[in-house]
């Protein structure tokens, strides 16, 4: 297992590259390049910049997160062509300086999506939260305003202006799509870029959809066991891999997560794995993020560690989301103090459970 941390860039990331490795046990960083929008290309030399600095603070660089899909291909639009076409020229310039996986997702309008970003902790300690009878009262719109409001300033995955401020328009365009025109479009994408990604020794790694259920009435075709095996069956291909996140996936308590990361690392399919924990709270589709201790949350942690364990012990694993503590601000979501603690956390289950199966 190589642990790994989601780092933002010089530019945007608050936090140094030093403090990232000055956590034990950390080899590297899942970067990003967010100055561009879905559907633009990366230019080598920026992506050049990024894997020199992060080695220069001793640290590896093989992940990238959030190549974003433009939704023209999401849609099955004409201009779908030109955008794969950005696309595979992206892949190629990351194929060019060491990158091994490219996580994405293939979530119409919104990637990860909360209801309040700074929920306050009896601790004192604040989380991200999802109450899904807050959202049936809201307009996208308003949702997207709460959202960039709180942010404080930092442009969250998914949620860059660009794509939002043409968000009446995209979503216009969703009227009448179906579970099935998504994955015929999905297809469509997976064979336009998994050549060129076999060719620059890439794997891709989709991002199941979070939360894991439909949002305004779009469909979201990537949230249950079934989805990720007929996404795996689209392009039979060892670069058509998956990025398991168990706080996204977790977010259904009908998922096994565990089960999961067990049937997929058998078959070879799990390039990547975001681990995190989630409450579950009164009634459906209503949790907050905890911190990544079992029994913080509902998930089984050393579970999901201990199927990584047997099944891909390869694989990058980061810690997700964490909870705003000891004071820290920064961007919600991500910040050190509490990432740190479950990258710890993570590495010491992973340990004991190696140690108690080498002895039998
Ligand atoms: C991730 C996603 O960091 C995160 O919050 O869970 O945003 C993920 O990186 C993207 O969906 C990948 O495109
Ligand atoms: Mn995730």
């Known amino acids: 297992m190589k642990m790994t941390f989601r780092w933002f860039g010089k530019a945007s990331d608050p936090i140094p590259l ?29 992506i050049k910049n990024l894997v020199d600095e992060v080695h220069g603070a001793g640290l590896e660089c093989e992940v990238i997160e959030s190549v974003n899909v433009h939704e023209d291909i999401k849609l099955g639009l004409p201009s ?26 293939f979530m119409p309008v919104f990637d990860w ?14 989380c991200m939260y999802y109450n899904h ?9 308003e949702i997207v305003q ?41 297809k469509y994408f997976l064979e336009g870029i998994i050549p060129t990604c076999e060719k620059a020794g890439i794997r ?5 959809d979070d939360p894991a259920w439909d949002m305004f009435g779009i469909p979201r075709i990537c949230n249950t066991r079934d989805d990720l095996d007929a996404i795996v069956r689209m392009v039979d291909s060892d670069s058509n ?17 565990p089960a999961i990361f067990r049937e997929f690392g058998e078959r070879g399919k799990i ?35 201990e199927a990584i364990h047997d099944t891909c012990p390869d694989v990058y694993v980061r810690p997700d989301h964490g909870r705003m503590i000891w004071g820290e601000t920064g961007r919600p979501g991500y910040p050190l103090y509490d990432r740190a603690l479950g990258a710890v956390y993570l590495n010491g289950l992973y340990e004991a459970i190696s140690k108690i199966k080498e002895r039998g």
């Not at 899942?30 to 030399?45: F, I, K, R, S, T």
């Not at 030109?82 to 490219?102: D, M, Q, R």
């Not at 009878?133 to 719109?141: N, R, S, W, Y």
């Not at 891709?204 to 199941?208: K, N, R």
Request: glycine share 10%; net charge negative.
């Open 18 to 46: 030093q403090y990232v490795r000055q956590i034990p046990g950390m080899t590297g960083i899942m970067g990003v390049l967010d100055q561009y929008a879905a559907g633009e290309v990366w230019p080598e030399e920026e």
């Open 146 to 186: 709460r959202t960039a409001r709180d942010s404080g300033g930092f442009t969250l995955p998914g949620w860059e202006p660009e794509r939002l401020g043409k968000l009446a328009e995209v979503l216009d365009l969703y009227k009448g799509m179906t579970p099935e025109k998504l994955r015929a479009n999905y």
């Open 271 to 305: 390039a990547a794995a975001h681990v995190r924990n989630v409450k579950y709270l009164e009634g459906e589709k209503h949790f907050q993020e905890s911190a990544h201790l079992s029994a913080a949350g509902s998930l089984d942690m050393e579970a999901i560690m």
């Open 241 to 257: 891999a998956l990025c398991i996140c168990s706080g996204s996936l977790g977010s259904k308590p009908s998922n096994d997560v």
């Open 113 to 126: 999506l909360r209801t309040e970003l700074y929920h306050q902790n009896e601790d004192g300690s604040t």
């Open 80 to 105: 779908r062509d030109e955008y794969i076409a950005n696309y595979c020229t992206t892949l190629e310039n990351l194929g060019k300086y060491g990158i091994k996986v490219v996580i994405y997702n």
């Open 133 to 141: 009878a807050d959202v049936e009262g809201m307009t996208p719109l």
């Open 204 to 208: 891709m790694a989709v991002h199941p």
